[in-house]
Each structure stands twice: as structure tokens, then as C-alpha cells.
């Protein structure tokens, strides 16, 4: 019998969870505010949906409803992966500025 | 582009967002992995654009909607102060939650174009995992929202409890299980929709019997929840990149979540149920305060004492974030220094309103991250110190936590600042911290009180050091 690839998946994901929890464990407390901020730019992969959504069967003139949605899907995650990344880049530049000072 | 190389490009993009989480073990490498993680998402859209079947005409409605929310994005990322950032992070998850939701909408009314079936007969798996992903997606939306009100003091901070409150999230949460059960069976858009309310409905309902200064629990299970939300949408796309990171991102923030509770010493559940600080056990503690004396200073005195110290422990809490004192705070550590006074900085995990909250304002202040210390490598150094400075950290210095077991904050893990040969602490007024308990702190004979703003009182203190 062939193994359904939702299987697959379910590997992929419980294992996933496993990498998460020790990467994360071993992240300096000192860097939690970047880790929440990262984590929320790249949970924005989420516009990969909606790219799909923003262009199924969209040929010019008749937008559907489903494209709509994907196109403020697109918009809400674009705001997040951009406002998300720089101000992580933003913060850890402050943890830059200070080392640079101190040698 | 082939299906089989899109996933393996989407799993590359699963493999760099690991890689961005791994450059934050030192602060060093973690410029590295924020660099990593940005290409891991140009990856992602670049390979989901290409697998699409586009009309190239097309593709400007795109671009205009990235371009629209990254400039959104790019300005807010530059313009909030980072005393701000716990409503930002809360707010953008608010975001995730809200594009989860479209995105299973736009699924559900076209599942033809994700390859799930055709409308109302999509596949049973897919059906699942949708009404999953759109229901957790919708609980962090209308949940970040709130917790964004609160830390933005659009709404008080203070629990919302009324009766029957759990009983009501109990029913709303049994109807959303049953609500996932019914759409499986008959996939009509009423209850699709229903599922989608009640979602919205216990998001909000959840978070506003949480306290302020339980917002950093709040934070992290809601950043878990984003992750959770984006995997359940993974897995209704069968897409690797989405799956690796929701995994990612829910078990960081569950572990964020787990480490906030044991800062207070209390469970997730007790933290949820909510209406802390409100119960009658606080109120016996305040009655005896009233009377007993209490030592308080100007700037001149702690001046005095600091200058003359060997070594000061500098506490700061949430109260150092809302006067926006750490770049005083900092001014005051440089002259100190030039008197030949060592300084370091002790952080309890819960101080502030997000886990890592204060490093981030000692950062942005330029202090230097070696001379910050979590709370188990720094207590056992108060016993060696002259003077502790607390600036807007109260509860988590109170002693009570280790000797009154009636106090509702006993176990807790809490700063030996009363060690310290003395102790300033800075706060507006006598009014006690959040839990609502009476720091017995304020009346030990080595504890000066200094009542005023804490970065005016620091400012004041940093002229006297001259």
C-alpha cells in the first residue's frame, strides 16, 4: 500500500518541531525580542498562499473574490516581512554599535 | 517550474529560516541570520510567483500589493521607538493571524486554483486542515489585537472578568470543535463562516481577562499561535516551506511561553484563566503597610551613595520603559564608571512587557551586552554589592516571594536585592506593583526611596555626580 503524502508532511512537521525547540532553546535570552520578531517576518511565508490566491485563474478583466483576498493577503504579509525583518536588523545593530565601543 | 523542484527550493527556504534562528544564540552571529532569513523569503515568493500560472500582465496587481505593504512596513520598522515594541510584535501578529484567514477564505471559494478539490467538495484533509488553520488564525487576530490595545493603552490594562466568563469560553470552544466536525460532513459556506465568527469571538474573549504585566505570556503564546495558524495553512497548500516554518515559529513561542510562566512561577493555565491581581488574599498584606516608616532621599543622597560604592547592581523594570530612562540610565552608568564604580545590570525574565524587553532598551542605549546578567548568573553578586538602583522593577525584588507563603507572588524567582549593603528604589509612589502586593522592600532600614519620575530622578542624580 502506497503511503499518503499527508504522512509525509506530518514528518516534516513534527520534526520541524523538534528543530525548533532546541535552535530556540539555545538562543541567548538577551536576543528574545529579535526572536519574536524574526519569528513573526518568517511566519509571513504566508504570502505564499496568497500569491496563489492573488492569481488563480486571474486573466485581466474578471477578478474574482478569492483574488481579492489574495491580494490583501499579499499586502498584510508584505508588511509584516518588511516591518519585521528591518526592525530586527534595527535591533541588532544596536547590539553591533556597543561591541564596536567597547574594544 | 516543476512541482518537484518548487518543493525542493521551498524546503531550502525551510533550511535558511532554521539557519536565521540559529544566528541568535550570540549576538554576534545574528546579523548573519537575520540575513539569512530575508533571503530564505525572497526564495519563497520567488519560486511561488514562478509556480503559478500567470499572465504576466498580471503580475503589476502584485507588485503593487507588496510594494503598498512594504512601504507600510519599512516606515513603521524605522519609526517605532523600541520602548514601543512590545504592541508592534503584538500587532504584526495580529497581521499573520488576519492573512491566514484570507487565504483559507480565498481556499475555501476556490479550491480549484490550490489543487484541493472543487468548491464545497474539497478533499476531507484539506477541509480539516483549513478549518484548523483558519480557526487559529482567526483566534490570533482578534487575540493580538486586543493584547495590542492593552500595551498601547487604547483599552486598561487591568483584567476584564465577568461571571460565567469560562463557562462561555468552554461552550464557544466545544462549538468551534463541533463547528470543524460539521464542515467536514456538509462543507456549506454558513457554516464555514460560523466557524470564522466564533474563532474571532474566543480570540478576543481569551485575552481580555489577562493583566498587563502578563503580557509577556500573552505575547508569546499568540507568536505560537501565528506559528500554529501558518502550519494548518501549510498543510491545507501541502506546502514544505509553510509546514517547517509554523513548526518553527509555534514551538519558539510556546518555549517563550514556557519560560514567562516560570518567571513568575505559575502555570500557562493559571496565567489564561486570567483575573490575577484581583482577588482578596492582597488586600490583608496592604492594611499593616499604612503605618510602618519609610526612608526616602533625593538625588543628592543616592548621588552620595553611589559615587562612594565599590559596586552597584542596576535592576530596571517595565516603569524604566514607560519614563524612557535608559539613555539617562546610561549617562548615569558612564560617570560612575569614571569614578571607578563597577556596574552591572540584572534582568528578571519577566521585566517588561515581552521576554528580552529591557535588553533591548539597554541596547538601544548603548550599553554594553557583557555587563548585562539574567537573574540565575547574577544573584548570588548582591550579596558582594554596595548598592542595588531599581528603577520601575518592583514586584520581582519583592522578598516576600521567598518567605511569606501567603503572599500571592511566593515561589516566585525574584532578584536578592535586599541583600545589597543598600538599595535605591526609585518609584512614583508608595501604590503597590501589579499583583497588587506590598513590597516589604520599601521599609528594610538599607532601602532609600527615591519618589519621583525615574528619568528625572535619574537626570537629577547624574548632575549630582559631578
Redesign the interface.
Known amino acids: 500500500m502506497e503511503i499518503d ?2 504522512i509525509f ?1 506530518l514528518s ?3 520534526l ?2 523538534f ?3 532546541f ?38 478583466s474578471n477578478i ?4 481579492i ?31 564596536k ?2 574594544k | 517550474m516543476s512541482a518537484n523542484l518548487s518543493s525542493l527550493l ?1 524546503l531550502m ?2 533550511v535558511l ?2 539557519l ?3 544566528g ?5 552571529t ?2 548573519m ?2 540575513f539569512f ?2 533571503v ?2 525572497i526564495l ?2 520567488v ?3 514562478l509556480s ?4 504576466f ?2 503580475l503589476i ?2 507588485i503593487i ?10 516606515i ?3 519609526k ?1 521607538p ?1 520602548t514601543a ?1 512590545p504592541q ?2 503584538a500587532g ?2 495580529s ?2 493571524g ?3 484567514v ?2 483559507a ?3 475555501y ?2 479550491p ?3 489543487g484541493l478539490g472543487t468548491f464545497q467538495n474539497i478533499k476531507t ?1 484539506s477541509i480539516i486542515e483549513m478549518g484548523l488553520g483558519v480557526s487559529i488564525g482567526a483566534i490570533t487576530f482578534t487575540g493580538s489585537i486586543i493584547a495590542f490595545m492593552k500595551l498601547q493603552g487604547l483599552m486598561s490594562g487591568s483584567p476584564i472578568v465577568f461571571p460565567g466568563q469560562h463557562y462561555l469560553n468552554a461552550l464557544l470552544g466545544i462549538l468551534i470543535i463541533s463547528l470543524i466536525g460539521y464542515l467536514i460532513i456538509n462543507q456549506s459556506t454558513q457554516i464555514f463562516w460560523m466557524l470564522i465568527i466564533a474563532s474571532l469571538l474566543i480570540g478576543f474573549l481569551i485575552i481580555i481577562p489577562i493583566g498587563g504585566a502578563d503580557m509577556p505570556v500573552v ?2 503564546m499568540l ?1 505560537s499561535y ?2 500554529w ?3 494548518g ?21 510556546a ?2 511561553s514556557y ?1 514567562m510562566c516560570k518567571g513568575m512561577n505559575r502555570s500557562f493555565l493559571n496565567v489564561i484563566l486570567g483575573g490575577f491581581g484581583t482577588d482578596s488574599s492582597s488586600n490583608n498584606t496592604k492594611e499593616t503597610s499604612e503605618q510602618k516608616p519609610v526612608k526616602s532621599g533625593n538625588a543628592e543622597d543616592a548621588a552620595f551613595l553611589m559615587k562612594n560604592a565599590s559596586s552597584v547592581i542596576i535592576v530596571p523594570g517595565y516603569g524604566m520603559a514607560v519614563a524612557q530612562a535608559q539613555h539617562a540610565l546610561r549617562e548615569m552608568v558612564d560617570k560612575l564608571k569614571k569614578n571607578d564604580v563597577k556596574v552591572s545590570y540584572a ?1 528578571h ?1 519577566v521585566a517588561g512587557r ?4 529591557m ?2 532598551l539597554l ?2 542605549a ?5 555587563e ?1 546578567f ?1 537573574l540565575d548568573d547574577i544573584n548570588n553578586d548582591f550579596a558582594n554589592t554596595d548598592v542595588a538602583y531599581v528603577i520601575g522593577a518592583n514586584d520581582v525584588t519583592n522578598p516576600a516571594a521567598k518567605t511569606d507563603p501567603k503572599s500571592p507572588i511566593f515561589g516566585m524567582p525574584v532578584l536578592d536585592v535586599e541583600k545589597c549593603k543598600s538599595v535605591l528604589f526609585i518609584k512614583r509612589s508608595m501604590s503597590p506593583g501589579y499583583a497588587g502586593v506590598d513590597n516589604e522592600l520599601f521599609y528594610r532600614d538599607n532601602t532609600l526611596m527615591l519618589f519621583a519620575d525615574a528619568k528625572k530622578m535619574t537626570e537629577d542624580i547624574v548632575k549630582h555626580l559631578d
Open positions: 503524502p499527508f508532511r516534516i512537521f513534527i520541524s518541531i528543530i525548533g525547540y535552535v530556540v532553546w539555545s538562543v541567548t535570552p538577551s536576543l528574545h525580542t529579535p526572536l519574536m520578531s524574526v519569528t513573526n517576518a518568517i511566519s509571513s511565508v504566508i504570502i505564499v498562499g496568497a500569491i496563489i490566491a492573488s492569481f488563480s485563474s486571474l486573466n485581466g474574482s473574490f478569492s483574488n483576498l489574495g491580494f490583501i493577503a499579499v499586502t498584510l504579509a508584505a508588511i509584516n516581512i518588511f516591518g519585521g525583518f528591518l526592525v530586527t536588523q534595527r535591533m541588532l545593530q544596536m547590539y553591533k554599535k556597543k561591541k565601543e567597547n | 521551498f527556504t525551510g529560516f532554521i536565521a534562528l540559529r541568535l544564540s550570540s549576538p554576534e545574528s546579523r541570520g537575520n532569513g530575508i530564505g523569503m519563497a515568493i519560486v511561488s510567483i503559478v500560472n500567470i499572465f500582465s498580471n496587481y502584485f500589493a507588496l510594494s503598498i505593504g512594504g512601504i507600510i512596513g519599512g513603521i520598522a524605522f517605532i523600541m515594541m508592534l510584535v504584526f501578529h497581521l499573520v488576519l492573512a491566514a484570507l487565504v477564505v480565498s481556499a471559494y476556490s480549484d486554483s490550490f484533509a505575547i508569546s507568536n501565528s506559528g495558524a501558518a502550519a495553512i501549510g498543510f491545507t497548500l501541502e506546502n514544505t516551506a509553510l509546514i517547517i516554518t509554523g513548526a518553527l515559529v509555534g514551538s519558539s513561542g518555549i517563550l519560560i534582568i525574565p515581552m521576554p528580552g524587553h535588553n533591548v541596547a538601544e548603548n550599553v554594553p551586552y557583557d548585562v539574567e
